[in-house]
């Protein structure tokens, strides 16, 4: 029985038109797995369901019974829940008042803590989280917080769970433990509608497939139909026949070493290696392995507490970004949002941010028509998906707003380039885009060092790849040697 259907539903925004006439329905009781690159329009009709935006055209339907969801509370009443990729938890309260934040209850006027957290403990104990209801939110981990958010919904008596890329910080454990609470959900007759970039998860989860594309319906997929390539071709409108091109290179000199660096995380293990002009090298490793402390020291954002770093023969020792970017680094952070973008600020204002000072006329004035010109030069390279270079970062999607942060530092024409999970969070066409863009900058000499937690990225990207445990490399990998049980054989301690 159909529990939901849209039809026909239309938003567009200033310059963009996000959906054009998409339908969706979703059963009781189905795991419905909603797929697209980044801009396709996912998360704008999943906004819409939730009541945070209202439609341009069309209408929705909940058992058969037409209704109108003009804002999040309405959701609530017709048993619709969002949980967003960025949870939305206080970290100052306690796990039953963020479970009952906006609906607690009261007895006599009194806010009525007991019922509150009898409530929250009702609601953990349907999805198996053995956490105190008092216990304070910040203590909890990701995973664990990501459960209280499930929890919250349920509470709510929602009938229909949209989950956002649910698994984009979770661990390969956390994500199993994930993956058995919607099972339950599932055999209790709650719909999940899931969103996710990790097309493994898709297969193995979905009892149906619904792709967009540009904004419009692109196909489905039902449950023996679904396979990875038939999603690929329905989201990029084309086989992606080599998603990993690469061109062995001969590399040149040596672009940065590292000898006995100290990353102050990790300050028992020192740290050597180098990279060489051409070369794209790995960083892998399981959560927490240190992969992003070392970038941000190489960048500067965190000073070495010993060691010394060589960029193209010349010594450096990089005490803030700035420091780094005159030396030749640039680096793309793992998040993009929070430290990699302004997203208040146009594309051009992003693209210009780095090079102000490097590019200012008469040392203190904007050089206007670089900044355009090197905006406009990023749009073309990196098929940024604008109406123009003057549209604010906040309204690209998340694939989008990643080649902006690219295109920020490629307009300095870095020699060494970091990168931190440089495709986390973006669509198997923006990722496609991205690996070639990595191909053609090391075939122009550009030395490349990413750091990822996707296998298969390291598999198929690296020329080799440094294997990271707890704050040291236990080895480095040839591409000759690369296979995932190498890596994993590292990336739990066992040295080489």
């Known amino acids: 029985m159909q529990l939901l259907q849209a039809r026909g539903i239309g938003k567009s925004f200033p310059g963009v038109r996000a ?48 209704v109108r969801i003009d804002s999040p509370r309405r959701a609530t009443e017709l048993g619709i829940a969002l949980i967003h990729q960025e949870l939305n938890l206080c970290d100052n309260l306690s796990v039953a008042a963020n479970i009952f934040l ?53 509470s709510t008596r929602a009938r229909i769970i949209v989950m956002d890329e649910p698994t984009s910080s979770l661990t390969n454990e956390e994500a199993t433990a994930l993956f058995s609470v919607i099972g339950e959900l599932r055999q209790r007759g709650v719909s999940i509608i899931y ?26 997929l039902l449950r023996d139909e679904i396979d990875r390539e038939r999603m690929v071709a329905l989201m990029v409108g084309r086989d992606v026949d080599q998603f990993y091109a690469r061109t062995v290179h001969a590399p040149g000199e040596v672009a940065l070493n590292v000898d006995h660096l100290i990353v102050p995380a990790w300050p028992q293990h020192a740290l ?46 990089p005490r803030t970004p700035r420091d780094a970017i005159r030396a030749g680094l640039s680096l793309l ?16 204002h992003n693209i210009g941010l780095p090079g102000l000072r490097i590019h200012a006329r008469s040392g203190a004035f904007i050089d206007l028509a ?63 885009e991205i690996y070639r863009l990595m191909e053609q900058l090391a075939g122009e000499g550009v030395a490349i060092l990413f750091a990822s937690s996707e296998m298969e990225e390291i598999l198929g990207m690296a020329d080799r790849a440094l294997v990271m445990h707890e704050g040291r490399i236990t080895g480095q990998l040839q591409r000759d040697q690369l296979s995932e049980e190498s890596i ?6 066992r040295a080489a």
């Open 333 to 348: 952070p793992e998040d993009r949002k929070l430290q990699g973008l302004v997203t208040e600020m146009s594309i051009r």
């Open 19 to 66: 959906l054009h006439s998409v339908d969706l329905h979703v059963d009781r009781g189905e795991v419905l797995a909603l797929i697209g690159e980044n801009g396709a329009g996912k998360s704008t009709l999943m906004k819409i369901l939730a009541g945070i935006q209202l439609p341009d055209e069309g209408e929705i339907s909940v058992e058969g019974a037409p």
């Open 102 to 154: 906006g609906r607690e209850a009261h007895r006599r006027g009194i806010m009525d803590l007991p019922a509150i957290e009898r409530g929250a403990r009702e609601a953990l104990e349907q999805i198996g989280l053995d956490v105190d209801p008092s216990t304070p939110l910040s203590t909890l981990s990701i995973a664990q917080q990501q459960m209280v958010e499930i929890a919250k919904a349920l």
């Open 195 to 220: 969103i996710s970039h990790r097309l493994g998860e898709i297969s193995a989860l979905a009892d149906r497939v619904c792709v967009l594309r540009d904004g419009e319906n692109a196909g489905q």
């Open 370 to 432: 670089r900044e355009a010109s090197d905006s406009e030069q990023a749009v073309k390279q990196l098929s940024i998906r604008t109406p123009d270079i003057d549209q604010q970062t906040r309204h690209l999607s998340g694939g989008n707003q990643q080649k902006v942060v690219l295109g920020k530092w490629l307009a300095l024409s870095p020699n060494v380039l970091l990168l931190d999970e440089p495709t986390r969070g973006v669509d198997v066409g923006a990722k496609e």
């Open 488 to 493: 994993m054989h590292l990336a739990t301690g």
């Open 272 to 317: 050597s290696f180098s990279i060489r002009y051409g070369e794209i090298v790995g960083i892998a490793g399981l959560v927490g392995a240190g992969r992003t402390e070392l970038l941000q020291v190489l960048f500067g954002i965190e000073p070495a507490l010993g060691g010394t770093m060589n960029v193209g023969g010349q010594r450096v020792s």
